[in-house]
């Protein structure tokens, strides 16, 4: 037999063969668990869904050319941090626990969104700062107040779809716990063994909306996101107080009202709150008001009723359930808002022995009331000013925990980074365990401020603030976070010629509600509307702030003087502190970031692009707010001085700076009047021109009044 030759493969078919072998595997990806529990199939699918959308094929090993490896230290919560390694074709992802796990997926997802791929992922280990990380979300049924700005939303935030992509947000932003507000919940939620008249839905109706509930609940929880029910008391339902003659306020929803402590109130309200917990194992918790619906009652009394029903229900329910319990509101028989030492002595007393329920208790407190977007100094919350009593000596039994309360703007996009850093420097001793954002005013569903017509990049109202939940969730999970982050995003969005001007656009532009609240003392929710520049009246009107009020109006942050007593001080020859803010300086800060915003985004092009030219308009809308505040100020100086010194020269100052003020309000129109429509505002509850709505041009009457003012002195 003859020996048949051996044909070499030529050299470079040998090359092209290794080249095909390697470029058939760099695209396929072998994801290995080291064991599947609830937290890590869910990453896994977040992981998946990412790879595939970006070009990646998961296999099964041994095919794959890249293998990442997902494990967790601990199935119990730690310090939801992560360390990602990457060696070669090799990455390790490992969460020191389950939501450490999904928040370091997250992150190789974010990676590849910003074009990078697999194996160019750096390595990055980090761990949560505050443990606890909340949304305040007001539900449209039963809601706090009623108006069309609320109510409109009802449809809306019982689909589920809503609150998948909601709670998506939450998690890529690292927030970890969803509370839900609304007066009374429980009748939404089940029916009441012994009180079956307090639910008023038939049977079909109530698995809706049982269905519903145990979606939501479950969808958080696979997300790492903790759900407390919040409400406030005393209220029942409609139904429940038709049937039994009872806490008639709740009817139709007045909740400045004396409490109902009526034993068959107590029954229902223990008997309801152990049921809903036992029927829902996903929701986490309650949380429990000393304010609203208990007037007429001293803070004792309010403690014991909470502790005799709603604690009570918690400790009797079959399972371990967690607690929110709000910082009282009143320290005395009111609900409009007081505070003293006696009741926060009280209450500590109470909440250091409170028992049956986890640890820690969570103590809520409004952060300068309902107006934490001001200055970082901790003034007030509801009611007045705060003692150390809650936090010295250090608790065992609780945490404290920031309410972030913002309703000083709905429309307008906001995120300014080193505001939040400065908030959480000063603001998380080891006593607080974290921040809750959200607004009683306002509800982040439906998009009811989009005037342009085009294809955006939104669908929700919550989708037009990406950047406000991204800055404040990020950085409560990481304040070291660099800006080079916050950047990248713009830049993703908008392309990286744009992202930095964009950046640094709102970081100058967002200032400007900041200083406002700094500047006129806050305290309630209509007292400011910083997009508008507005607050109520004496006459309980809600109008734009004129220059008079603007001259006597004291300062929320103590080192910001007032143009009144500036004027006074300067008059009597006294000298100021270096670190007072004195009006016309803040005046020139107003300007000066104004005008550098402006000159960032000037000559951008937008057209064709209806998110940028919605982030755009939102920064010169900002800007020219700001640039009018200013010649506001400067006129107030002036009107002050005048007063003083009857010089005619002051006065007509005075008139000229309103005057470039009215320049600036009428640009505020023409950059807003084709973006915005005019919107419901709850703040307008109150006695308003009839069927007047929210828009900048609806003011412009109110802006030129201040001429007549003036002139008139």
Known sequence: MQNLPIRKTPLFLFIYLLILFACSNEDKVAILLEDSPEGKAYAKKVLVSALNEHGYRVVEAPKAGTYIRLSVGSEEKTDEGFRLQVSGSSIALRGSDSNGLLYGVLHIKEQLALGNSLQSIKPYSTSAHLPFRAIKFNLPWDSYRRNEALQMHHDTVRDIAFWEKFLDMMAENRFNVLTLWNLHPFNYLTRSTNFPEATGFNDEELDDWRQFWKSLFRMAKERGIETYLVNWNIFVSPEFAEAHGVAEYSIDGQYFSDGDTSGIIKEYTREVVQQVLEEYPDLTGLGISLGEGMGGMTPREREEWVLETVVAGMQAADRPVKLIHRAPFSADLGSGGSTDKSTEVLTRAALDTLDGVEKPIYVEAKFNWSHAHSTPKLVKVHGGPLTDTYWNPEPENYKMTWMMRYEDFFALRWGQTDFIREHIERNTPNYVAGYYVGSECYIPAVDYFTRMEGERDWEYAFERQWLFYQAWGR??????????????????RYGEDKGEKLFLAYQLASKFPLRLASLWDVAWDYTLYSEGLMSIDPDNVTNLITVEELIQRRPTDPD????????????????????????????????????????????????????????????????????????????????????????????????????SGIDYWETIIAISEPLYLEMPLVHNNRAQPKGRKFHWKNYMEEVKADLDLIRKE
Do not use: C
């Open 475 to 492: 950085l409560l999970y990481e304040p070291t976070l660099d800006d080079a982050f916050f950047i990248a995003q713009f830049s993703q």
């Open 560 to 659: 910001y003087v007032s143009i009144a007593g500036y004027v006074k001080r300067k008059s009597a020859g006294e000298s100021f502190e270096e670190s007072e803010m004195l009006p016309l300086a803040l005046a020139e800060q107003l300007e000066a970031d104004a005008m550098e915003a402006l000159s960032l985004v000037e000559g951008i092009p937008t057209e064709g692009l209806l998110s940028l030219t919605y982030e755009v308009g939102d920064v010169e809308i900002w800007s020219y707010l700001s640039l009018y505040l200013a010649e506001k100020i400067r006129a107030g100086v002036a009107l002050a001085e005048y007063w003083e010194e009857n010089n005619p020269q002051l006065q007509e100052k005075a008139i000229a700076h309103i005057e």
